[in-house]
């Protein structure tokens, strides 16, 4: 469904709402990856059990294991062996799944992943570039997920890293997408971009700088991922977030879009001020947020926090800004943002 079929839908529902009728349907798809407060599998299962309910999206965060790719091993045993079970899983549920792949570090994005990084390798290298080709086409052909993004928040890794490595991952993610088909490939293929770097505010200003840029370097997409930290990028209550955040990436162009990560921490952390209540306002604004755009999905890499004791955190590392973004804490006990997501999730889905 396009995102102004959706506009219209729900705008007919508010407009025939009363104050003591059901909420309004929503367009958008919401769901969680299987991220872990603990590494280990007892923690993945108890996570995916509790989250799978109120979900009717499922999302795969995937980085490209750079290290066993170029040690010669399948990409398909690969992802037969650490997807498929799970994606499976999650199909029997009745969820849809979307897939991103990251191919530059998700924590660092000046800098390529740490895999490659402590191979002394690049994605500049033709090699390098296979291994990922032939990864993304194993994620397609064998998980078939409805929707696939090929590289994550571009328009920061443009932004942040060496222009040589940007120029680098650009080649690389067009040639697998035409692989794939391009425009006419199965899955819905799309990079994410930075909400908060296309409104300039993670440059330090509240100049607009947009997207046209990525639109026109991956000209393949026919959606769009959005990834979005407001608690980051200088605003300190949901309520600043302006409600045109999302829509306004939607300009000039008919993708569908959504949201594949994204959150707002409930402890204060760093020189960050927060809440469990702030967060659960959070989760609210975002639904006006996500209904104003149109979105097509919602989804959060974390539904739970992280123990950062079972987490390698490397010196300097942002990790801990993100370790308290779950809906629930480490040990799945719920946060008062778990009612603002439950809350949406009883609302009609526009299908």
Same mark, same amino acid.
């Given at each position: 469904? +396009?995102?102004?079929?959706?506009?219209? $839908?729900?705008?007919?529902?508010?407009?025939?709402?009363?104050?003591?009728?059901?909420?309004?349907?929503?367009?958008?798809?919401?769901?969680?990856?299987?991220?872990?407060?603990? &590494?280990?599998?007892?923690?993945?299962?108890? %996570?995916?059990?509790?989250?799978?309910?109120?979900?009717?999206?499922?999302?795969?965060?995937?980085?490209?294991?750079?290290?066993? &790719?170029?040690?010669? %091993?399948?990409?398909?045993?690969?992802?037969?062996?650490?997807?498929?079970?799970?994606?499976?899983?999650?199909?029997?549920?009745? &969820?849809?799944?979307?897939?991103?792949?990251?191919?530059?570090?998700?924590?660092?994005?000046?800098?390529?992943?740490?895999? &490659?990084?402590?191979?002394?390798?690049?994605?500049?290298?033709?090699?390098?570039?296979?291994?990922?080709?032939?990864? =993304?086409?194993?994620?397609?052909? =064998?998980?078939?997920?409805?929707?696939?993004?090929?590289?994550?928040?571009?328009?920061?890794?443009?932004?942040?890293?060496?222009?040589?490595?940007?120029?680098?991952?650009?080649?690389?993610?067009?040639?697998?997408?035409?692989? $794939?088909?391009?425009?006419?490939?199965?899955?819905?293929?799309?990079?994410?971009?930075? =909400?908060?770097?296309?409104?300039?505010?993670?440059?330090?200003? %509240?100049?607009?700088?947009?997207?046209?840029?990525?639109?026109?370097?991956?000209?393949?997409?026919?959606?769009?991922?959005?990834?979005?930290?407001?608690?980051?990028?200088?605003?300190?209550?949901?309520?600043?977030?302006?409600?045109?955040?999302?829509?306004?990436?939607?300009?000039?162009?008919? $993708?569908?879009?959504?949201?594949?990560?994204?959150?707002?921490?409930?402890?204060?952390?760093?020189?960050?001020? +927060? +809440?469990?209540?702030?967060?659960?306002?959070?989760?609210?604004?975002?639904?006006?947020?996500?209904?104003?755009?149109? $979105?097509?999905?919602?989804?959060?890499? %974390?539904?739970?926090?992280?123990?950062?004791?079972?987490?390698?955190?490397?010196?300097?590392?942002?990790?801990?800004?993100?370790?308290?973004?779950?809906?629930?804490?480490?040990?799945?006990?719920?946060?008062?943002?778990?009612?603002?997501?439950?809350?949406?999730?009883?609302?009609?889905?526009?299908?």
């Amino acid at each position: 469904m +396009s995102r102004s079929a959706a506009a219209l $839908l729900l705008g007919a529902a508010l407009a025939c709402s009363e104050p003591d009728a059901p909420a309004p349907a929503r367009a958008y798809r919401i769901g969680f990856a299987a991220t872990p407060p603990r &590494l280990d599998i007892q923690s993945v299962l108890a %996570t995916i059990e509790m989250w799978m309910p109120r979900a009717d999206g499922a999302l795969l965060s995937l980085t490209v294991p750079w290290k066993s &790719l170029l040690a010669d %091993t399948s990409a398909r045993v690969l992802v037969r062996r650490d997807q498929l079970e799970l994606v499976q899983l999650y199909r029997g549920r009745g &969820l849809e799944v979307v897939a991103m792949i990251d191919a530059t570090d998700g924590l660092a994005r000046d800098r390529e992943a740490p895999e &490659l990084l402590e191979l002394g390798r690049s994605i500049r290298e033709p090699e390098v570039q296979r291994a990922y080709h032939e990864y =993304v086409m194993a994620v397609d052909s =064998v998980l078939r997920p409805s929707a696939l993004a090929l590289a994550m928040e571009t328009n920061l890794v443009r932004l942040a890293a060496p222009r040589e490595i940007y120029d680098a991952l650009r080649a690389m993610v067009n040639a697998t997408a035409q692989a $794939l088909g391009g425009a006419a490939a199965r899955a819905s293929l799309s990079v994410t971009v930075q =909400v908060d770097v296309a409104w300039g505010r993670l440059q330090g200003t %509240t100049q607009f700088v947009g997207i046209a840029e990525d639109l026109a370097d991956f000209p393949f997409a026919r959606s769009l991922g959005l990834s979005s930290y407001p608690f980051l990028a200088g605003f300190t209550e949901p309520e600043q977030v302006p409600l045109n955040y999302y829509s306004r990436l939607g300009e000039n162009h008919d $993708l569908p879009m959504m949201i594949l990560e994204g959150g707002w921490t409930s402890s204060s952390v760093a020189t960050i001020t +927060s +809440s469990p209540e702030k967060q659960a306002r959070w989760i609210a604004r975002q639904w006006q947020l996500a209904d104003e755009a149109g $979105l097509a999905g919602v989804y959060q890499i %974390t539904f739970t926090d992280l123990d950062l004791t079972s987490f390698p955190v490397p010196p300097g590392s942002i990790l801990p800004l993100f370790a308290h973004l779950g809906l629930v804490d480490t040990e799945l006990s719920p946060k008062p943002a778990l009612a603002a997501w439950d809350r949406a999730f009883r609302r009609s889905l526009i299908r």
